[in-house]
């Protein structure tokens, strides 16, 4: 279980996250929803270890992030994949190098278990052979994001976190991503935290869902008791209405 | 009056407080070089990238300072009968300043430019958040290779800045103004003394450093997308270039 506790943070002046309390059940795939710029991605980088809060915990199976130590942090990183917006990919490699990097790094395994290991993580987000010599400038949007999937995968993470996972791609590539989630979800059962706002397509894949607004979580629940909610700003921004006072 | 200390302190303390902020990135950068995992690749790589491919721009410029010094120097020379000094002047112009202050410049323009954007393209493009989230360092497996690379580089690129200078000096000098080739480089043998080539090689080393370290620096911190990538390799060309004029009054100003 993830527990964010009371978690504070001001970025450029700005309070960005002001209270955030959340607990993400292990095993399942939690979906933070939001409208653009309300700090979700934010949120995920505190789960990530890459932003520590001014105040508030990050409590990970017990394991308090905000107080670890960089080598704590480090090994806790062993059990983490993350997905991130625009992929992160490393342009400088090619697909099968960036898919092998973590291994490469971090594992003493041979070069053909490397190539197995790399081989079926590419197969498993549905990529084909012939991408593995491309570097990632030759791929299309939704490529990118299924080479950072297997990436995020090739370790067996206990956590994986998406940043954005379908930002800019089209409809089918939309449904192909949310669908290489659930079915990665199903094959490995890492506990999931996906940051999106593509509703309502997102509530397809949510075992759990929660509304970031005004550096809080306003609303949590499961797809169908979110839907329900009586909150004006949850339904307003589940109704994709226009706010003309930010308008 | 005291709203003036009071800006006078902040300013004074955010200064300070950048100053450690930009010394530490370099010292944890450089600890880094004596924890495992070694990156002797990684290095390699960069010496190749910061080192041989700067050579076409180093030799190209070596030689027409040295062409320069040649003409100027024999000219110069002449209105006082000691044409055979030319050899020591070029060599000791060289040697002394223009060789690592000359290179220092090239390399930033070249190489320094290029990390800055390669890192801050790496930045804003969350490669370098991807890399910590893999429980890999950025800081290891970007920066400390480029910095060792640009210690190794920068002495080597110096050397040859120096001798490709002298050579310059000599096809305008000797073969073409005439000068003798003996009074030419024994007058060089005589005038450089190992002070010299120890201060021009302290020199590259601290040049290189500083180079390396402010473009890794202004690429590690940007911010604000495609702008902000050209903004830092702006201000890492034109820090470095400022801080290699200064640091080269500073160690001439030790070595005299």
């Known amino acids: ?247 | 009056m005291f709203t003036v200390l009071g800006w006078l302190g902040h300013v004074v303390l955010r200064w300070v407080r950048n100053t450690g902020h930009v010394v530490l990135f370099l010292l944890q950068a450089l600890a880094l070089a004596f924890a495992p995992p070694f990156r002797f690749r990684r290095i390699l790589q960069e010496v190749f990238f910061i080192g041989f491919k700067s050579s076409t721009i180093i030799l190209l410029t070596a030689s027409f300072t040295g062409m320069v010094l040649g003409l100027q120097g024999y000219y110069t020379l002449r209105k006082f009968g000691s044409e055979s000094a030319l050899g020591s002047a070029v060599a000791l112009s060289l040697i002394r300043e223009l060789g690592p202050v000359l290179a220092a410049l090239m390399v930033s323009g070249r190489a320094g430019s290029a990390i800055t954007a390669e890192v801050g393209i790496m930045r804003i493009t969350e490669q370098l958040d991807a890399l910590d989230t893999m429980a890999v360092n950025p800081l290891q497996f970007v920066v400390m290779p480029k910095l060792l690379a640009g210690l190794i580089s920068m002495p080597l690129l110096t050397a040859i800045f120096d001798v490709v200078g002298i050579l310059g000096g000599y096809l305008v000098g000797v073969v073409l103004l005439g000068v003798s080739s003996g009074a030419y480089f024994s007058g060089m043998v005589q005038s450089v003394e190992n002070v010299d080539i120890h201060g021009g090689l302290v020199k590259s080393v601290v040049f290189g450093l500083l180079i390396i370290w402010v473009a890794c620096y202004k690429g590690y911190y940007t911010e604000r997308g495609a702008e902000g990538v050209s903004k830092a390799t702006t201000e890492a060309v034109v820090t470095s270039a400022v801080l290699v004029l200064a640091f080269d009054y500073l160690i001439t100003s030790f070595f005299m």
């Open chain 1, 1 to 247: 279980m993830i527990k964010l506790i009371n978690l504070v943070r001001t970025l450029d002046n700005q309070r960005v996250l002001n209270g955030v309390n959340l607990e993400i059940p292990t095993g399942k795939i939690t979906v933070i929803i939001g409208k653009s710029g309300v700090g979700k991605s934010v949120l995920l980088k505190h789960i990530a270890g890459l932003i520590r809060p001014d105040s508030g915990s990050i409590l990970i199976d017990g394991f308090d992030l905000t107080r670890a130590s960089v080598r704590e942090i480090q090994e806790f990183r062993k059990r983490l994949g993350v997905l991130f917006q625009g992929g992160a990919l490393f342009d400088s490699l090619t697909v099968f190098e960036n898919v092998a990097f973590p291994l490469r790094e971090k594992t003493r395994l041979p070069e053909a278990e490397i190539q197995k290991r790399v081989r079926e993580r590419l197969a498993q987000v549905n990529l084909p052979p012939e991408v593995e010599n491309k570097y990632p400038d030759e791929l299309s949007g939704g490529m990118k994001k299924r080479v950072a999937l297997a990436r995020a995968l090739i370790q067996e993470p206990e956590i994986l976190l998406f940043d954005e996972p379908v930002t800019g791609l089209d409809p089918p590539m939309t449904n192909t991503i949310f669908h290489l989630i659930t079915k990665t979800h199903l094959e490995t059962g890492y506990t999931g935290v996906v940051v999106s706002h593509d509703i309502p397509k997102v509530f397809e894949i949510a075992d759990f869902v929660a509304m970031l607004h005004g550096g809080r979580i306003i609303a949590s629940g499961t797809p169908e008791e979110i839907q329900r909610c009586p909150d004006p700003v949850v339904q307003s921004f589940l109704r994709g209405e226009v706010d003309f006072l930010e308008a």
